[in-house]
């Protein structure tokens, strides 16, 4: 096995720099069975044990001041099974590799989110989506599982084999074990027409159950102290492929998305009182565009400029309201929020405790730049969301506590009774888990 002890700082931190942890020691191991060698030695050693993929979580969901284990070297496709369409690849495989790996192979996931820096089973876990009228997250793609489970055995589950796992660890949250395999339904590469355009916010709530009809996968950016979002349509088509130009993909969306949006932000937490007049420029800067191409290169974007998250799914039929009441608490405070909400919608899915759990949903997500203060802005949206029975993201900022998720989730209940059956002396638990699903 793989065993590195951590350096002299000890400190391991996730991408936003919000989350710190000092594990006793890290493991990378090179396979399941050495994997689950490391769970039994930390069982030993009465340590809690987390796995963590590349830190893109903004809670403290993979923190540990146990055993941390590193699955970079679990990585790669195991099987391609074409008469089943799916495919079963390790772990830590980065979405990126993945994706990049199924093109090749002239097949693709059928949704994904619009980053793709995270490990398969980290984006899983804690229920990373993307936008979809029919097409749900990652995780509901999902066909079958491999855990290693508290006493260091691994478990397989699928829809017929330990279908009760399989309900529950699709998002896990870190909680029944860890992930070292998954199976994922995949389709032939199929090309997709997105249609970016700028739109005025009130139009766009006006139409909003137009749009979400009409379009396989609708997304809008609202630009908080404006009346100004940007929309995308992304929807199937039989081609031909036409990409975004080279010179104008790297204008758009690295000088302007990321560099442009970089030294904005800087500017706004030098100089707060600019932030409205930059959310103004901000909101108009990018042009009206359309344009083809394989999924991935249309569900994903870069993600450079570092921010802190919050998002919650709401019901779908509550997200206009949800955004008004959004707007007017920005508009009537001394808030200054230099970056955009992002609103995206799920169908109903029925893993334990997805997001979309039982419910069609509506994702609405805000940020603050990485280094400014986020608290009083969370805490003025999250009163707004939970009014409406939003479920926060397992892996963003949130305040919530188990009486608050049994009485959102349903299954609640199913979900904590078998991670008593599977981890009775919570071999896994850490902070955030004892919080979110209790003791």
């Not at 002299?8 to 069975?33: C, F, I, L, Q």
């Not at 963590?52 to 146990?66: K, L, Q, R």
Request: charged share 25%; hydrophobic share 40%; glycine share 6%.
């Amino acid at each position: 096995m793989s065993t590195t002890v951590i350096g002299k700082s000890g400190t391991w931190r996730n991408w936003a720099g919000n989350v710190t942890a000092r594990p006793v020691r890290e493991v990378t191991p090179a396979t399941v069975e050495e994997l689950a060698a490391a769970v039994r030695q930390a069982a030993e050693d009465d340590l809690r044990v987390k796995a963590v993929g590349t830190g893109h979580s903004f809670t403290a969901a993979a923190a540990t001041d146990g055993v941390l284990i590193r699955p970079q070297l679990l990585t790669g496709i195991r099987k391609i099974d074409r008469e089943a369409m799916t495919v079963t690849v390790a772990a830590g495989t980065p979405l990126k590799r993945l994706n990049l790996a199924l093109a090749r192979e002239g097949l693709s996931l059928t949704n994904m989110g619009d980053i793709m820096e995270q490990t398969v089973s980290g984006a899983t876990s804690t229920g990373t989506h993307g936008t979809g009228r029919d097409s749900a997250s990652i995780a509901a793609q999902i066909r079958g599982l491999e855990l290693v489970t508290a006493d260091g055995s691994v478990l397989t589950c699928s829809a017929t084999e330990n279908p009760d796992v399989f309900a529950a660890a699709r998002v896990g949250i870190g909680a029944l074990g860890i992930v070292t395999a998954i199976t994922f339904a995949v389709e032939p590469i199929f090309l997709l027409t997105a249609r970016e355009e700028p739109m005025p916010f009130e139009r766009v709530l006006a139409e909003f159950d137009e749009l979400h009809a009409e379009n396989e996968h609708f997304e809008f950016y609202w630009f908080p102290h404006t009346g100004n979002t940007n929309t995308k349509r992304n929807n199937r088509s039989a081609g031909p492929e036409k990409p975004v130009p080279q010179l104008n993909s790297w204008f758009e969306d690295e000088f302007l998305s990321n560099g442009v949006f970089q030294v904005a932000n800087w500017v706004g937490q030098a100089v707060p009182a600019t932030i409205p007049t930059i959310a103004q420029i901000s909101s108009r800067a990018l042009s009206a565009r359309t344009y083809t191409d394989i999924p991935y290169k249309v569900f994903t974007s870069p993600r450079r400029v570092r921010f802190v998250e919050m998002e919650f799914a709401v019901p779908r039929e509550a997200v206009v309201d949800t955004l008004r009441e959004l707007k007017a608490m920005v508009d009537r405070s001394n808030l200054r929020v230099s970056f955009p909400v992002e609103v995206r919608t799920a169908p109903a899915d029925d893993i334990t405790l997805s997001t979309a759990s039982g419910r069609e949903s509506a994702y609405v997500a805000v940020h603050m730049f990485k280094g400014t203060p986020y608290q009083a802005y969370f805490t003025a949206a999250e009163r707004i969301f939970t009014a409406h029975e939003g479920r926060p993201h397992w892996g963003k900022v949130h305040t919530r506590d188990t009486d608050y998720f049994a009485k959102v989730y349903p299954r609640f209940g199913e979900f904590t009774a078998l991670r008593d059956r599977l981890d009775p002396q919570r071999r896994f638990q850490n902070d955030y888990l004892r919080r979110v699903l209790g003791a």
